[in-house]
């Protein structure tokens, strides 16, 4: 049952500007948004993805719902996760933690040197939701903790394993600073730097440096990333260390970020048709199915920036359901039918998968694709695989800048131990 809508005779419109103006555009960004493999950007080097039995992923610094995994060291601050497993059965879990440099390679710190007591516990005892089918328990786990102390700074991974198999489910990427010295990062926008004229973002920075850093040419180094992509981390190529006490650093043209980056809204609070952007609902399906309306090229109605968490704001209440959401999607003739078309988004880790691609709907007329959701707030974007490529399509309004969240990392050398301690770390948006 195919919606009517005034899109097509919109895109007509477009069509017809664009060509008057002549113009080529083809709905698909360009460089830098290009990724040349598969590979989530949100991803880590060595970074195990989180499978399909747990969903609804929280990782953050506790009490600060949808902030960085980053803490102070030395300090009260504690990170804390929460996630949900498929499942009719109570599971226990082991936790190990690794410590890593700068680029995500294992450091050579023995265990002995960066944890006060162990690298590794384990928990449990969670928590059988109250909502109809799937079954699922909930889990919570906060460290540092009696068991988990760190002794050093720098990049960690948490690794999450089933206590009785052994095998590894998944890991995350998280920071701890010792937040020391003064750092002053920037944004400028760059106008028409970017594909078709897009709007492009320059970072640039100052950093007052403590008095035991000797020698800042040779010890201190940036990190910078945008909207949490933390597997697509960028260390700036112009730095200057001629300040008395500081140092500066500022991306190249060739690093520039894109200011014009925005995602879908998906909000599943209310599993209800008033809510605007459910079309229709299946509750006799088990679990229940929602019908999205449908998402149209170059045309959308809800789009956001920031990502916020990477995985979405989840219901934490205990009868909060999980649904199977259909995803629909119209490309108005503007994608090559030989395009394969994927869906990303905070529920799948922003993961290229076979299991999120569009496929055609004979009856509705429409690439559709489906994921199991629990209620909550989140984010996706669509993008397509051609000439050997992902990249992102886009829509008419990202041509213009939007604001964006980054984050900055000081890394300092140790001339003694051999690692990356994490000197500072500063969260910034773009206007």
């Known amino acids: 049952m195919k919606e009517p809508s005034i899109y ?22 360009s460089d830098p948004e290009v990724v040349k493999s598969t590979t989530s950007e949100f991803l880590v080097p060595g970074q195990s993805p989180i499978p399909s039995s747990i969903k609804g992923v929280q990782f953050y610094r506790k009490n600060y719902p949808g902030s960085p995994p980053i803490i102070r060291l030395g300090t009260s601050d504690k990170l804390e996760l929460k996630f949900d497993e498929l499942s009719s059965l109570s599971g226990r879990y082991r936790i190990n933690i690794t410590h890593h440099n700068k680029d995500w390679s294992r450091s050579s710190l023995a265990d002995v040197w ?41 990049n960690y991974l948490l690794h999450i394993y089933d206590y009785q198999s052994g095998i590894e489910l998944f890991s995350l990427p998280f920071f701890v600073t010792e937040n020391k010295g003064d750092l002053q990062p920037d944004v400028e926008t760059i106008f028409n730097a970017g594909p078709y004229g897009a709007a492009m973002h320059e970072l640039s920075g100052k950093f007052l440096y403590p008095e035991f850093v000797e020698f800042p ?28 006490d500081f140092t500066t650093f500022r991306t190249t043209r060739n690093q520039l970020f894109a200011g014009y980056k925005e995602f879908y809204n998906l909000d599943l609070r209310s599993l209800s048709t008033q809510n605007a ?15 999205l309306r449908t998402d149209y090229f170059n045309f959308s109605s809800d789009l ?7 995985f979405g704001r989840p219901l934490q209440s205990q009868d909060a359901a999980y649904v199977e959401v259909i995803f629909r999607y119209e ?8 395009s394969e078309i994927f869906l990303l988004g905070d529920f799948n880790q922003w993961k290229v998968s076979e299991d999120f691609k569009l496929d055609y709907n004979s009856e509705s007329g429409f690439l559709e694709t489906s994921a199991l959701i629990k209620q909550g707030i989140y984010n996706y974007r669509y993008v397509v695989f051609e000439d050997g490529q992902i990249k992102p399509l886009r829509n008419l309004e990202t041509l213009n800048q939007k604001p964006q969240e980054y984050a900055a990392f000081v ?11 994490l000197l500072s770390t500063r969260i910034f948006y773009s206007e």
């Open 8 to 29: 097509k005779i919109l895109l007509s419109v477009f069509v017809l500007f664009t060509a008057a103006c002549g113009g080529g555009y083809s709905g698909l960004e």
């Open 114 to 154: 960066v944890f006060d007591n162990s690298s590794e516990t384990d928990f449990g005892g969670g928590t059988l939701n109250s909502s109809e089918r799937p079954n699922f328990y909930s889990y919570s786990f906060s460290f540092p903790n009696r068991e988990l102390q760190f002794l050093v700074s720098g």
């Open 217 to 244: 040419q040779f010890d201190l180094s940036y990190t910078l990333v945008q909207n949490r992509y933390w597997g697509s981390n960028v260390f700036p190529n112009e730095t200057s260390f001629t300040g008395g």
């Open 277 to 291: 952007q459910i079309y229709g609902i299946d509750r006799a399906e088990i679990p229940q199915k929602v019908i």
């Open 304 to 310: 956001r920036t920031i990502t916020e968490t990477g």
């Open 331 to 338: 490309t108005q003739g503007a994608i090559s039918r030989n």
């Open 411 to 421: 890394y300092y050398q140790d001339p003694q131990q051999q690692y990356h301690r």
